[in-house]
């Protein structure tokens, strides 16, 4: 029975056991508590006993009452520091409340002299903003008297300063514009009207300024420095007093070039003269002196160019937008044209350059056309026109105005009608005294016309003209000074008969190619003109040999025969018409082809007699040539008639033995045995 109740007993302990074995058993690594109790463990480094886990539990107790011990200390010391910080919280509150009380009775007693003090704070901000206001204002719209004494005092050198100035008192005038529309027009209207004022003290000014400048201008080194420019460009703004300061420029200009001019060729003492030698001891050269003269003239326009080039070139666009600004700020004072006109640096720089040579030029055209006139040399006259041409393109490049441009066109052009004239009195000389010489050779008067056309070709071909220009200058030169002569020797050579007309006209012709010939690149078309005018007269002359051929062989009165009845329809008839003529008798043609023997071996020598005055033996040889081949032609048409006549049956003929001579009647074709080849032999 004891043994059975300590059974039962047992048996709930072990089913404990059991339950807590498998729970622990079931429990996993991850859980948190676990985890840290066996950590814990860990760090207490104890040994698995029997000891130990019988009093693992006991020493776990004992650390957590010491633990709990030692913070309920800690926490006894904390409430202590908190009692005394509550303590000293409420002396704190103490403090602050009696401070309270002090800063609510100093409050009321400031108060008044806080508001006041703000008043004085607000009134003298006011005051700074109104003083900062004015001296603003001042410093905008006011000038200072050391600007004044800049802009207006003449005593004051222009320079950077009153340019300053000026820049200012512009900007007070175009801003007081402004204050026009405020509410206090007064202001606005009294700051215009100083302003105004001041501007144009200050422009009179540098108006005096720029004009006392510009007459002071050295001719050898007309540099014009940086305030020079400077003033010149802000005096645009004036476009009146710049064209006034413009228009005395020139003039001073013209003045002193004049001058200069004048000492250049007289070789005085001027400064612009210099060392140099005069022009007027090259008179005695005529072309030499012009051309001196042309050669100063344009050095002169290119130093004047290079001196104010810097001004109104580079400078023009500056001086464009302040005319322009002028302009439209004086809109009352233009006129229509000057609205649309804009303002041109080149154009201005060779307007003053024009005006400034314009005494010269009429100097210079003076001595020119006294140069022409005084020679009576048309070859002088046509090299002096070709010189003006020549400067005159030069010139077009410095000067953009047609005043001094048309100067030069006038002197060429009374260059040029001289040159006329003189060449047209040798025509004149020449028609009235010319004949034709005994052996048909060039006359005097066109040897001297060809050599004098080659001096002229010369001066054309060494011009520098444009390519419209040469061609109009080129055609001059043959209308005036070669065509005439050609048509007097024309004239002449229809005073005598052939030959000798040809004769002439082909020799002068040929003197002229061989002098055009020289200049060949020019005078082509020309050339192709005379080679066909010789080639008409070739033409002359070969039917000439040709007459002349069959005149001395006989053949002239049966070919004359033929020409007449050729043109008869009928064929039969014709042939019976030639029969009945004496011409074609046999004796006749017997006696007409022992002259025609007689002549052939010789023809040729005497169409070369007959054309002996014929200068160009290459002509010579055409004209013969052509002679014999129109002469072969005659006599091949007289055989193929002859024949015609023999195949007919018009004519009896009897049976011809050997020796023909015996019997009356015989074929006409014997009587002429020669063929067209043996004729053609005897006249090569």
């Known amino acids: 029975m004891q043994s059975t109740m300590m059974i039962d007993g047992q048996a709930p302990r072990l089913s404990a056991l059991n339950t807590k074995i498998t729970s622990i058993l079931s429990s996993s690594l991850a859980n948190i508590e676990i985890r840290d109790a066996l950590e814990a463990l860990d760090t207490r480094k104890i040994q698995n006993t029997p000891a130990t886990r019988r009093n693992l539990r006991l020493d776990l107790q004992q650390d957590v009452i010491t633990s709990n011990a030692e913070i309920i200390s800690d926490f006894g010391i904390v409430a202590a520091q908190l009692s005394n910080v509550g303590t000293a919280l409420s002396k704190l509150q103490q403090t602050v409340a009696e401070m309270r009380r002090h800063v609510s009775a100093a409050k009321l007693e400031t108060a008044p002299m806080l508001e006041e003090a703000e008043v004085l704070l607000t009134k003298q901000r006011e005051v700074t903003t109104k003083k900062q206001l004015l001296q603003a204002f001042n410093a905008h719209f006011v000038l200072s008297e050391d600007e004044l004494l800049f802009l207006t005092s003449t005593a004051d050198p222009v320079d950077d300063s009153f340019f300053v100035a000026l820049v200012k008192a512009k900007k007070i005038h175009q801003d007081s514009q402004v204050l026009l529309s405020s509410e206090n027009q007064r202001l606005g209207l009294e700051i215009l009207d100083a302003s105004s004022k001041n501007l144009n003290a200050a422009f009179q000014k540098l108006y005096r300024w720029v004009q006392r400048e510009f007459k002071s201008l050295d001719l050898e080194n007309p540099q014009l420095n940086a305030s020079l420019r400077r003033g010149v460009r802000v005096l645009a703004e004036r476009p009146a007093l710049f064209q006034n300061c413009l228009d005395t420029f020139a003039e001073a200009r013209e003045k002193t070039l004049l001058d200069a001019f004048y000492a250049a060729l007289t070789g005085s003492s001027a400064p612009a003269a210099g060392a140099q030698r005069p022009i007027e001891f090259s008179m005695h050269d005529p072309l030499r002196y012009v051309g001196d003269m042309m050669a100063w003239l344009h050095s002169t326009a290119v130093s004047e160019r290079e001196a104010l080039e810097g001004l ?296 070369n007699e007959q054309l002996r005055y014929l200068r160009d033996k290459v002509l010579l040889g055409q004209v013969i040539s052509r002679g014999a081949d129109g002469f072969k032609a005659a006599f091949e048409q007289f055989v193929e008639w002859l024949e015609r006549i023999d195949e007919s049956g018009l004519r009896k003929i009897d049976e011809v033995p050997e020796d023909a001579e015996e019997y009356g009647a015989m074929p006409l074709r014997y009587i002429y045995p020669r063929t067209i080849e043996e004729v053609g032999i005897l006249l090569s």
């Open 312 to 607: 109104f070139v580079s400078e023009g666009d500056e001086i464009a937008r302040s005319i322009k600004a002028g302009l439209e700020s004086e809109p009352w004072s233009r006129s229509e044209e000057e609205q649309h006109k804009t303002f041109d640096g080149r154009k201005t720089l060779g307007h003053l350059i024009d005006r400034g040579l314009a005494g010269a030029s009429q100097v210079f055209r003076q001595r020119v056309d006294q140069v022409v006139q005084n020679h009576d040399d048309p070859v002088l006259a046509y090299k002096v026109a070709n010189l003006i041409a020549f400067y005159r393109n030069i010139f077009a490049r410095l000067v953009d105005s047609t005043e001094f441009l048309g100067t030069m066109d006038q002197m060429r052009a009374n260059a040029l009608n001289q040159f006329k004239t003189f060449v047209r009195v040798q025509l004149t000389s020449a028609s009235t005294d010319a004949s034709v010489p005994y052996n048909f050779s060039t006359p005097d008067f066109l040897e001297d016309a060809l050599e004098q056309l080659r001096a002229l070709l010369t001066s054309y071909e060494t011009s520098a003209a444009s390519s419209a220009a040469s061609d109009e200058a080129f055609n001059l030169i043959i209308d005036e000074a070669l065509t005439p002569f050609i048509i007097i020797c024309s004239d002449l050579a229809s005073t005598v008969p052939l030959p000798g007309s040809s004769f002439f006209n082909i020799n002068c012709l040929q003197t002229c190619q061989t002098t055009l010939h020289s200049f060949r690149n020019i005078a082509q078309p020309v050339i192709i003109n005379n080679d066909a005018s010789i080639n008409e007269h070739i033409t002359l002359l070969s039917e000439w040999t040709q007459s002349y051929l069959l005149e001395q062989s006989g053949l002239s009165v049966l070919v004359e025969e033929i020409r007449e009845v050729r043109d008869i329809a009928d064929s039969s008839a014709a042939l019976q018409a030639l029969l009945a003529s004496p011409t074609f008798s046999e004796d006749s043609l017997h006696e007409l082809a022992q002259r025609l023997d007689a002549f052939l071996p010789s023809a040729i020598i005497d169409a």
